[in-house]
């Protein structure tokens, strides 16, 4: 597991607030403390959607909520004159994703005991860190997974032009 501090700021909330660069993510919890503080549990609630809803079919089709869903509502939350005192977003990478991510290294799912790949992404005290996790079925020893997961988040950070460190 690795630790990537963010060098720009500005440049990555912009990406993660108001840009597509990770709507391939799902948002499990996320919770921005500010004037207030709000917790967001990521798990669609299937008793909001009436049958004629016409978003229901889109929304049913995954256990948490899309970061393209859930963006804008943390955005308003943390636009404004202040920043934070300190935020932190648990993310899931897509379950197709996760798939493919797996096949491209000729695993499956099954093979690795991964029920998902997790990207926790934290501000605090000034500085923004994302931390990729393995969220497994089972114990296993074996660390191909979460080697995957770190070096396809570096690959993704370097990919959409945000600059980080090895922390």
């Not at 202040?82 to 093979?111: D, I, M, N, W």
Request: glycine letters at 4%; charged letters at 25%.
């Amino acid at each position: 597991m690795i630790l990537c501090k963010i060098t720009d700021k500005k440049n990555f909330m912009s990406k993660l607030l108001t840009e597509d660069c990770f709507h391939s993510f799902l948002i499990k919890e996320a919770s921005i403390s500010g004037f207030v503080s709000i917790h967001i549990d990521g798990r669609i609630n299937t008793g909001f959607f009436s049958d004629d809803d016409p978003d229901k079919a889109r929304l049913l089709t995954q256990e948490y909520a899309s970061w393209s869903d859930m963006q804008k509502m943390c955005f308003d939350f943390i636009k404004g004159k202040r920043t934070p005192t300190r935020f932190h977003f648990v993310l899931y990478l897509k379950s197709e994703a996760v798939k493919q991510l797996l096949a491209k290294e000729g695993l499956t799912k099954e093979q690795t005991f991964v029920q998902n790949f997790v990207l926790n992404i934290k501000y605090e005290q000034g500085t923004i860190t994302l931390t990729p996790a393995v969220d497994y079925a089972s114990f296993t020893l074996d660390k191909q997974a979460e080697q995957l997961w770190d070096r396809s988040i570096t690959k993704f950070l370097t990919g959409k032009q945000i600059p980080y460190t090895i922390a």
